[in-house]
């Protein structure tokens, strides 16, 4: 079973910050999502990665699958980020069981 | 282009009913995967649908059932609800199951 761990679990920052979210895997793993999910909303796939970095705007995702780590940035944050981040990293084969989700990372970003 | 559908948003029932959740996917996806959230136990996998066929399934009781039709829509069903069924209920669409999944906003149930 693939053990994730998401740090920090709570963070709070003002608007503009730079903000990191940290995840670590325990197995090896295909590829990489990394989630936002606003109070009482649904889910967002905000990035798939299975090497190297991704960026989307004010988002940048980072990956080194050989230490098992990810990382998720947001330049100038915004009170509008303010969401519960999820990392799922997915082991090989692809299929829906092969995701594990961390418990997430609570972000407040506050003006 | 239209995004996965969920159907209801909200829904309570009360222990000991049944009840039903839709999900549409994405035109052309045709695997569809379910999760339950709860504050407890964060997203876990309920089972995965592919071409009507359930591919996967997660840690569930047999209370937790599903199917798919020959459109790709899915159909989770829920039976003798538990107070502690009451959760987020996501799915999520992709292509062919691979990881490039996208998510519904979800149905929330509460049991009482």
């Known amino acids: 079973k693939n053990e994730v761990e998401q740090s920090p679990q709570n963070l709070t920052a003002q608007e503009g910050e730079f903000i990191t979210i940290n995840c670590s895997y325990s197995?090896?793993?295909?590829?990489l999502h990394w989630l936002q999910q606003h109070p009482g909303g649904g889910i967002v796939s905000l990035f798939m990665?299975?090497?190297g970095k991704k960026k989307h705007g004010r988002l940048i995702a980072t990956i080194n699958i050989q230490e098992k780590h990810s990382s998720l940035h947001i330049t100038a944050s915004h009170p509008r980020d303010s969401a519960v981040y999820i990392c799922?990293?997915?082991?090989?084969?692809?299929?829906?069981?092969?995701?594990?989700f961390g418990k997430g990372t609570h972000l407040i970003i506050q003006p | 282009k239209a995004g996965v559908t969920q159907t209801p948003r909200y829904l309570i029932k009360t222990r000991g009913q049944q009840v039903t959740l839709s999900c549409s996917p994405i035109?052309?996806?045709?695997?569809v995967s379910w999760y339950q959230q709860t504050p407890g136990q964060g997203l876990q996998f309920l089972f995965e649908?592919?071409?009507?066929?359930?591919?996967n399934k997660g840690n569930f009781p047999g209370r937790f059932s599903g199917r798919q039709f020959s459109n790709s829509r899915s159909e989770m069903n829920v039976s003798t609800l538990e107070l502690g069924d009451s959760a987020l209920y996501l799915c999520?669409?992709?292509?062919?199951?691979?990881?490039?999944?996208?998510f519904g906003s979800g149905t929330r149930l509460t049991v009482v």
């Open positions: 799922a990293p997915g082991v090989s084969g692809g299929g829906a069981d092969g995701l594990t």
């Open positions: 649908y592919f071409s009507e066929t359930q591919r």
């Open positions: 197995v090896g793993i295909s590829a």
């Open positions: 035109s052309g996806h045709r695997s």
């Open positions: 999520a669409s992709s292509p062919q199951g691979h990881f490039a999944y996208t």
């Open positions: 990665l299975s090497s």
